[in-house]
C-alpha cells in the first residue's frame, strides 16, 4: 500500500510517538522511510526565539542527528532510509518533499516545541491542507 513512508519531527520528546509509529507502518509495508527535518527561517521564530547564525547552525547539526538517529533506526530494521534537512517554514517544505519524492504517507506529530507550534494543528493542520491531493496525512503523538 505504501512504498514511501515521510516522517517530519522536530526532534521533540513529543514527536517521538509520531516517529516510533512511522517505523512501525514502513517496517509492515516494506516501505522506505523518508526522515525530514525543516530549520525554521520564519522571521517571527527567528524574532520570538532570538537565534544568532552560530545557534542557527547548531540548529542545523540538531537536525542532522535527528534524521541520522531515524535513519539508524529504520536500517537496524531492515528498511532502505534517507534523512533530508531543508530550511524554511516547515509545512510547505514538508509537503514540497513529499511531492518531489512520491511520498504515499506523511506522519507529523500534533504538537511542536517551538514557539509557533504549542497549540496543536500550526504545522500539522497546515501539511493536512496542503498535502491533500498529495499523501496519506497521520497526525500522532
Known amino acids: 500500500m505504501y ?5 517530519a519531527t522536530d526532534g521533540s520528546d ?12 514502513a517496517e509492515a509495508m516494506d516501505a522506505k522511510v523518508h526522515a ?3 530549520v525554521e527561517t520564519k522571521a517571527t521564530y527567528i524574532l520570538t526565539v532570538g537565534l544568532s547564525d552560530d545557534e542557527l547552525e547548531a540548529y542545523r547539526e540538531y537536525g542532522e542527528e535527528i534524521v541520522t538517529d ?3 533506526r529504520a536500517g537496524d530494521r531492515g528498511l532502505e532510509a534517507t534523512g533530508v534537512l531543508k530550511t524554511g ?3 510547505e ?3 514540497d518533499y513529499a511531492e518531489r519524492n ?3 504517507a506523511i506522519l507529523v506529530g500534533k504538537q511542536g516545541h517551538d514557539a509557533i507550534d504549542r497549540h496543536v494543528g500550526s504545522t500539522a493542520s497546515n501539511v493536512i491542507r496542503m498535502a491533500e491531493d498529495t499523501a496519506t496525512v ?3 503523538g
Open 89 to 91: 517554514r516547515p509545512a
Open 36 to 38: 525530514l527535518y525543516v
Open 14 to 25: 513529543e514527536a517521538e510517538p509520531c516517529v516510533e509509529y512511522g517505523l512501525q507502518i
Open 93 to 95: 517544505e514538508i509537503v
Open 138 to 140: 497521520v497526525i500522532e
Open 102 to 104: 512520491d511520498i504515499d
Open 70 to 72: 531515524i535513519v539508524e
Open 3 to 7: 512504498d514511501n513512508v515521510l516522517i
